[in-house]
Structures are given as structure tokens and as C-alpha cells.
């Protein structure tokens, strides 16, 4: 249950704190107070889509936080109630579009807050209505109520199944033109890649001696040139044998002291790297072998690389990958009249599937639509339309992701009239009190302990207001109900009355909710219902709908009315 809503910043609320009560909570104020933008502050907690727009002009973040008490949902890995067995949640909106959201004081994400939300109220907003004249939501409406989740599962298991087959057969059927277009392409493209021998990471090897063919003038200079200077020729010594004489000459003081020793020895070590590094450069410049005709062959196949790469991969890895993807759709190709006779095979038999599971759900939906049927319309009797007829309509349809049936809400709302689809005759009061019964069955369905309610009764007045009253008073009895209204007769009927009001202060427009006592109340429902102008007739009848409201409730709760 919502027991504290916070809220900071939130458009024209600069700071409030409402301590709603079990039961009716209702919410009224004149047009433009903020009733609504309660409702959007808590959306907005609840991990609901928010607006930059929704921070108050001139601050930089908007809080809002709500308390629950109660058993409380599954919750995210980390987070647990309170000692209290309260639950928090929190949301900071910045100006700039950052969101901060916390569970109990621990981060988390706007998603994990949306899941979490959805288990702790459902907000019922005017938009239902209008959700209710698109006959492609009837379908979900009926699979809550019946609770279908596993019959639907595996029927979509079963369609998944078979729409990867079907796609496959369609990605096989083509006409014989475009069947010889692709398998000549292919082959021309396999006989390409296969012609080319292609080594994996052959290009940096091909590279570098490419690289290396363009220097052969220079490079073998430079190895003939140290060459000489390290192992010198018949005319003159290199280096290793000047180091050789150096050596030889420290060699008679070597033992005279540690720093003759120590030269000879460092002599010695650099006269052996040197003779090293004097091999290496001979070994070099003999097995270097250049000729013009290597170098054109170089370029050739870095040139047929080159224009590979264009057009099959950047990379002789890609092209590689590429060529086997080519061998396998020629052969799919090339196989594809056997290939289609198993995959038809297959399809029949996974549409069968489909047929036997799409049955199933069937059954399971005509069930429940019975049942919902039923239910529909006790609750509409109850809010006083004991004329209309209610039926669920089902309609056979190929197979689709949502099953093999079109499902449709039918109604009529006189006596003699016949069932039509709901947007075509449903008033705007009449679909205020159909979307309120609908809410109602699915409510008994879910384990959500707050509902709210924001200007549902709009288009309606007068018995079936008090009628929308009476039904929200039931339901109250064991579901938490918020109510934003416009009626005196549901206002009356709050178990809890809340004042929603808009004031000056520092030139600032700001809003601020207040709880009502009695006499406050009948000034209200007064102004609700002659507006501005209060008088004594309007006190008096105010108090008389309070009265009447009050033993209403008395009598659904079979004990004393609850406190005003």
C-alpha cells in the first residue's frame, strides 16, 4: 500500500508530502490545481517515461520518493525491505535528462524501477478509454484475465518454429531466370577465390618483401658496405681484427689489476658480439637473391590481392570466410529441390504443431471469455447500466504471433439493439464505465495493492456517477484506491479527501495538497458542485452526501463508518 508520496520540484509543485490512508483516497481541485501532475509524480517513481518539461521552471533537479508497506514484490538482487517492512523508491530527474534511481537507498536502473512499479499500483488513467476502442488490445485484455501466459508460450513456440521454416523455403523459392543469375554469379565468384589460392595472413609476408625487392639496391649496399668495414678484405683489416690486435695487446697486463682486467675482459665480450654481428651481416648479404622477374611477381599478386579485397573483404580472412558462404549457398542452391521437399516436410508438420497448440489457446480464451463475459457484465448492472450487452467475439485468422484468433469486445447499449464493436457506439460515459468494470475483474486478477484512478469518470454525471462511486467504494475494501474527480459523488465517497490547491507565493505559482476534515469537505463538494459561488442550500447538501456516502461505507465494511 502507498503510504507517503514526496514530491520536489515536479512542475507546479514546489514541495508537498501526502500521507495517503488505506481505503478511497480521493484528490479534487479547481482545473489546473495539479490533481494530475500528482498522478504524473508518482508515474514517475513508479519508473514511468518522463519529461525534462516535467522540472519546475528555474530548478535544476525534481525528487520524488514513495513509501509502501506491505508484502512486498519480488525485488531486485541486493535490496530487501526495511526493519519496518517498508519499501522506498526514489527518483531524481535533472534538467539536464539524468535520471537517479534508488530502491532503499540502492541504485538502480529506470527499467528495474518500471518492473518493480508495475507490481505495486496500477495507474488507470483517461487514456484507457481510448485504449479500449483499439480492438487489437481486446486480445491482451482477455489473455490477463484468463491468465493464458503458458497456452499462449507454447503456442508462440510452436509459430516461431514454424516461421524460421517458412522463411527458409522463401529464401529457397525463386524462378528459374533469377535461380541461373545466382548460381552463375556464385560460380564465378567461388572459381575467383579459388583460382587465388589464398593463404591466411599472406599479405604482410608479401608486403614486406615487396617492400624489401624496391630497396634491393640500397639494402645490399648497406650489407656490402658493413661488410667490408666489419670483416675488411685482402688491402685492409675490418673491425673485428683491429679488435682482435686490441684484445691481444691488454692481454700481457690483464692480471696486473682489476681495471686492465677489466678492460680486457669488456674487449673480449664486444669482440665476440662484433664477430657475431659480422656474420650475420655476411650470412645477410649471400643469401639475398634478387631478380626483376620476383619483384614483377611480387607486385602481380599484391595486385590481385588488392582488387580481391575490393571486392570479397578487407582481409584475406574476410575473403576466406566469404568463399565458404559462397560454396554453401551454391550448394543450398544447387540442392534445392531436395532441400525443399525436407524443409516443406518439415513446415507441415510444424504448422500441424501450430494448428494443435493454436487449438489449445483457443479453448483456453473461449473459456475465460465466458467467465469475463459473466463478470462484465455483473459489474456493469452494478454501475447501473442494466440494459447493456456485453459479448466477446471471435473471429478465426491465420496464423500470427498472437494466435489464430481475432478477438473483439462487442456491446449494445439499449434493449433490442444489436452487439457492435465498442467504438462505434460507445459513449464517452458509457466507455468510462465499461474500461472501470474491465479494470475492476482484471484487478481481482493481480497482487498490485494500490489502483489509481485519474479522471476516469469523465462524461459522467448523476446516477452513474454515484454508480462509479459505489463500484470504487467495493473495491476499496481490499485494494488501495486513489481517485482524481471532478464528482462530488466519488469525492463524497473517499474514505480519505484530499485538496489539491494553487497559490502565490514569491511570485511563483505553487500548488499544495492538503487533507480534508468534514467541514472542509463540504466546502468543497459545495464548490464542486455550484462552483464559486457557496451557499447555504450547497453546505447543506454537501453535508447530506457526506452522510448518505458515509453509511454506504458502513454498510460494506458491516461496522462503524471510517473516521472523516
Known amino acids: 500500500m502507498l503510504e507517503l508520496l514526496h514530491i520536489e520540484n515536479i512542475a507546479v509543485i514546489e514541495e508537498t508530502e501526502i500521507d495517503f490512508r488505506d481505503g478511497f483516497n480521493a484528490l479534487t481541485g479547481e482545473t489546473g490545481a495539479g490533481k494530475s501532475i500528482v498522478i504524473d509524480a508518482l508515474g514517475a517513481v513508479l519508473g514511468g517515461r518522463t519529461s525534462r518539461d516535467l522540472v519546475r521552471t528555474g530548478a535544476a533537479k525534481a525528487f520524488v520518493s514513495a513509501s509502501f508497506s506491505g508484502t512486498p514484490p519480488e525485488l531486485p538482487d541486493g535490496i530487501a525491505p526495511d526493519e519496518d517492512g517498508m519499501l522506498l523508491l526514489q527518483r531524481e530527474l535533472s534538467a539536464d535528462g539524468r535520471n537517479v534511481c534508488r530502491v532503499n537507498g540502492r541504485p538502480v536502473s529506470v527499467t528495474q524501477l518500471r518492473r518493480l512499479g508495475q507490481e505495486l499500483v496500477n495507474i488507470h488513467g483517461q487514456r484507457d478509454g481510448q485504449q479500449l476502442l483499439d480492438e487489437s488490445r481486446h486480445g491482451e485484455y482477455l489473455d490477463r484475465f484468463g491468465k493464458t501466459d503458458a497456452a499462449l508460450s507454447a503456442y508462440r513456440r510452436d509459430y516461431d518454429a514454424m516461421n524460421a521454416l517458412r522463411n527458409r523455403i522463401r529464401a529457397l523459392q525463386m524462378d528459374e531466370a533469377e535461380r541461373a543469375r545466382k548460381l552463375d554469379t556464385l560460380r564465378y565468384q567461388v572459381d575467383e577465390l579459388e583460382r587465388a589460392e589464398l593463404v591466411p595472413g599472406e599479405e604482410e609476408t608479401l608486403n614486406a618483401r615487396r617492400n624489401l625487392l624496391r630497396n634491393a639496391e640500397k639494402y645490399l649496399s648497406a650489407l656490402s658496405e658493413a661488410d667490408f668495414l666489419l670483416n675488411g678484405d685482402e688491402d685492409a683489416s675490418g673491425a673485428v681484427s683491429q679488435l682482435q690486435e686490441a684484445e691481444n695487446a691488454l692481454y700481457s697486463i690483464r692480471t696486473l689489476g682489476d681495471e686492465p682486467g677489466g678492460l680486457y675482459r669488456r674487449l673480449d665480450a664486444a669482440r665476440c658480439e662484433v664477430l657475431d654481428i659480422a656474420e650475420s651481416v655476411r650470412d645477410l648479404r649471400a643469401a639475398f637473391d634478387f631478380s626483376p622477374e620476383e619483384l614483377d611477381a611480387v607486385e602481380s599478386r599484391a595486385d590481385l590481392l588488392y582488387r580481391l579485397e575490393k571486392k570479397y573483404g578487407p582481409t584475406v580472412e574476410d575473403m576466406l570466410s566469404y568463399l565458404d558462404r559462397c560454396r554453401a549457398e551454391l550448394d543450398a542452391i544447387e540442392t534445392a529441390d531436395d532441400t525443399l521437399a525436407r524443409l516443406q516436410a518439415d513446415y507441415d508438420a510444424a504448422l500441424q504443431a501450430v494448428q494443435e497448440s493454436g487449438a489449445r489457446l483457443t479453448a483456453a480464451r473461449r473459456k475465460a471469455a465466458q467467465d469475463l463475459e459473466a463478470r462484465i457484465l455483473r459489474e456493469l448492472r452494478d454501475l447501473d447500466m442494466k440494459s447493456m450487452r456485453f459479448a466477446i467475439d471471435f473471429q478465426d485468422k491465420p496464423p500470427a504471433p498472437d494466435g489464430l484468433d481475432s478477438i473483439r469486445f462487442l456491446m449494445s447499449a439499449n434493449a433490442g439493439e444489436d452487439l457492435r464493436p465498442i467504438a462505434r457506439i460507445a459513449s464517452g460515459g458509457e466507455l ?95 464548490r464542486i458542485t ?21 453509511q454506504y461505507r458502513a454498510g460494506l465494511c458491516g461496522k462503524e463508518e471510517l473516521p472523516c
Open 432 to 526: 468510462a464505465r465499461i474500461m472501470l468494470a474491465l479494470k475492476n475483474v482484471l484487478a481481482e486478477q493481480e497482487t498490485v495493492a494500490t489502483l489509481v484512478f485519474d479522471e476516469v469518470d469523465t462524461g459522467v454525471s448523476g446516477r452513474a456517477a454515484q454508480r462509479i462511486a459505489e463500484k470504487l467504494a467495493q473495491v476499496s475494501r481490499h485494494k488501495q484506491v486513489l481517485c482524481v474527480t471532478h464528482l462530488p459523488q466519488l469525492a463524497a465517497m473517499a474514505d480519505t479527501h484530499f485538496s489539491v490547491e494553487k497559490a502565490e507565493r514569491g511570485g511563483r505559482t505553487c500548488t499544495e495538497v492538503r487533507v480534508l476534515d468534514r467541514e472542509a469537505r463540504k466546502r468543497e463538494l459545495a
Open 530 to 550: 455550484g462552483g464559486n459561488k457557496v451557499t447555504e442550500a450547497l453546505l447543506h447538501s454537501a453535508g447530506e452526501l457526506l452522510d448518505e456516502a458515509g
